[in-house]
C-alpha cells in the first residue's frame, strides 16, 4: 500500500433523516439557468428516488437532462443497505458510467471479475459492459453513480473498464500554485476514448481559481470535505461537504478555499468530442 493509500480521508454521508416542525426553513438551495446549488440539507428522506433494478437501495438524484439545465449526464447518490445491490443495475446498454465510493463497501463484479471498493474506491463501466453490484459489508455502502450516453469517436476504440482508488492516483500540480491547487484525474485525459472525466480537486485554506473559468463542458461537483466559497454566473455562493452543484455549459466559475481544512471536490466534466450540430 502506498502512503498516499495509508491516509484516511474522511467524505460526507450523512443523508437522510426529518427536521423538526420547529425548524425554520434556512437551507441553501438555488435553481437557475446557468446552475442548481443543492446543498446536504434538502437530502432527506423524503426525497428519495428507488430505482427498479436494486434492492435495498435508495437514491438522491442530484442531476438529470431537464431543459435549461445539464443535459450531458445524470447523478445519483445510492445507499445500499446490507444484501443489497443490482444484478443488472444499468437499463441503457448505450450509457456508461462511473462509481465512486463514499462509504461502507461495495463489490463490483465487471466482466466476470470482482472488486471490493471501499471509501475512494471507483470504477468506470463502459457502455454494453456486463457488471453487478452488491452490498457484502455490515454497514450501508454510499456511492455516487454518473451515467452518460457514450459518444463512440470514429477510428477510436471504446475503453475498458478502469477500477482504482483515488489515493493510489498522484494528484497533479496546478501551475504556479505551489501544489495548494491539485487535481487528481481518475480516468486518463489524454485517452480521448474517455467522453468524460472525473476528477478529485484539493485546493489548500486560502487557494483559489483565480478567474472565471467559461467553457463548453458541463460540471457535477460533489463536496467531499472543508468548505469553499463559489463564483457562478455573477454570484457567490457558499458551499461546504455534502453540498452538490450542477453546472450549465458557459457558465462563468471561480472559487476559493474557507479553511481550516482543505476543499475537496469530486468533479464530473464531459470532455473529448465535437460539438454536434
Not at 63 to 82: C, D, H, K, Y
Not at 87 to 98: D, T, W
Request: aromatic share 10%.
Amino acid at each position: 500500500m502506498t502512503a498516499a493509500a495509508a491516509q484516511k480521508a474522511a467524505y460526507y454521508t450523512n443523508f437522510g433523516g426529518h427536521p423538526p416542525q420547529t425548524d425554520l426553513l434556512t437551507d441553501r438551495a438555488i435553481v437557475t439557468e446557468a446552475y442548481t446549488v443543492i446543498p446536504k440539507g434538502v437530502l432527506r428522506d423524503i426525497v428519495t428516488s428507488v430505482f427498479p433494478e436494486w434492492s435495498s437501495t435508495r437514491a438522491w438524484v442530484l442531476n438529470r437532462p431537464v431543459a435549461g439545465g445539464a443535459t450531458t449526464f445524470a447523478q445519483s447518490i445510492l445507499e445500499v443497505s446490507p444484501g443489497g445491490g443490482a444484478a443488472k443495475p444499468e437499463p441503457q446498454a448505450e450509457v456508461s458510467g462511473f462509481i465512486f465510493v463514499l462509504g461502507g463497501e461495495l463489490t463490483l463484479v465487471i466482466e466476470g471479475q470482482e472488486h471490493v471498493l471501499t471509501d475512494g474506491g471507483y470504477a468506470y463501466l463502459p457502455a454494453g459492459a456486463n457488471w453487478s453490484a452488491r452490498n457484502d459489508g455490515a454497514e450501508v455502502a454510499n456511492f455516487h453513480w454518473i451515467r452518460k450516453r457514450y459518444e463512440p469517436a470514429a477510428g477510436v476504440a471504446a475503453p475498458g473498464p478502469v477500477v482504482g482508488n483515488e489515493r493510489d492516483v498522484e494528484p497533479g500540480e496546478m501551475p504556479g500554485t505551489d501544489g495548494k491547487w491539485r487535481t487528481t484525474r481518475m480516468l486518463d485525459p489524454n485517452d480521448i476514448a474517455f467522453d468524460f472525466g472525473v476528477n478529485i480537486v484539493t485546493f489548500e485554506p486560502g487557494a483559489s481559481i483565480p478567474f472565471a473559468e467559461t467553457h463548453v463542458m458541463e460540471h457535477g461537483l460533489y463536496v467531499l470535505e472543508g468548505k469553499g466559497v463559489y463564483r457562478l454566473n455573477g454570484g457567490w455562493v457558499e458551499v461546504e461537504a455534502g453540498d452538490y452543484m450542477s453546472l450549465r455549459a458557459f457558465c462563468p466559475q471561480a472559487c476559493y478555499a474557507g479553511g481550516p481544512s482543505n476543499f475537496r471536490y469530486l468533479l464530473y466534466k464531459d470532455q473529448n468530442r465535437q460539438v454536434a450540430l
